[in-house]
């Protein structure tokens, strides 16, 4: 969706394979974080419990993965990426400074996750704007595309957790996400309204996105824990696939 907004033709088969390895690690690194922080055994997730169970065979893939990862964006990538790894790279410590010095007990840090979210979308914009031709560095960081995605995933990672409260946290916290649903959806619309018709698909799929969590947030009651972190990924995926349906009648109606 970057590229076909930024106008990149192709982009090497090394550059999605490092970013998905260097996401898993990063993922890897902070599941196994939380889960040594975490007391007693009993009270961690799933998840956070598999994590610590195989903590040491994650840790040797994660140390693999970063070497892969040096290598590449000095042997193989563009050394334009290897300059924008470097703002990535400190969203990341200032991220990973936040969830070791969290307190153990807080799980709904609503600046965690808005860090994570724009890390994670600033860390995927970067590695494709290294290859554009038509957009600068400074017009990156402060993109429609870029903040808009990085809303969505602030979405998806505050509602995980949030819907895990009950009672009149659950309610004040719905209604959070509520309206953060709406606002994110608000701003798509406006962009679309300021750009040309080929940029317009991308902010139709964040409008998508926004009101697939909201219908969720909406619904949350009739899922179980493990239901709801299922459907809101799948929520999030969801604009992939309208902006893929939307670009290629767009590009075949041009032909």
């Known amino acids: 969706m970057f590229a076909k907004a930024w106008g990149v033709v192709s982009l090497p088969v090394s550059l999605p394979i ?8 990063i993922y890897a690194v902070d599941r196994v974080v939380d889960s040594r922080k975490s007391s007693p055994r009993a009270s961690l997730e799933r998840r956070h419990y598999f994590h610590r169970k195989y903590r040491w065979i994650f840790i040797t893939v994660v140390i693999v993965v970063a070497i892969w990862s040096i290598y590449a964006s000095l042997l193989v990538l563009s050394q334009t990426v290897l300059f924008y790894s470097f703002f990535v790279i400190l969203l990341v410590t200032c991220y990973f400074a936040l969830v070791i010095f969290q307190r153990s007990d807080q799980h709904t840090g609503l600046m965690k996750n808005a860090l994570a979210g724009m890390t994670f979308s600033y860390g995927v914009a970067a590695g494709v704007h290294a290859y554009s031709p038509i957009v ?14 990085g809303g969505i995933c602030i979405l998806n990672m505050t509602a995980i957790d949030f819907w895990e409260l009950e009672g009149e946290d659950g309610e004040d916290a719905s209604a959070l996400i509520g309206t953060g649903c709406l606002l994110l959806g608000g701003l798509a619309m406006f962009f679309s309204t300021q750009s040309d018709a080929f940029n317009k698909p991308f902010f139709y799929a964040v409008m998508i996105g926004s009101a697939g969590i909201y219908i969720l947030n909406r619904c949350r009651t009739r899922l179980d824990q493990d239901g709801r972190r299922l459907w809101v990924d799948l929520v999030l995926l969801a604009p992939v696939g309208v902006y893929w349906l939307w670009i290629t009648f767009y590009e075949r109606n041009l032909a």
């Open 136 to 149: 600068s560095f400074h017009q990156m960081v402060i993109s429609q595309e870029v903040i808009l995605f």
């Open 18 to 25: 490092t970013m998905a390895l260097a996401v898993w690690a």
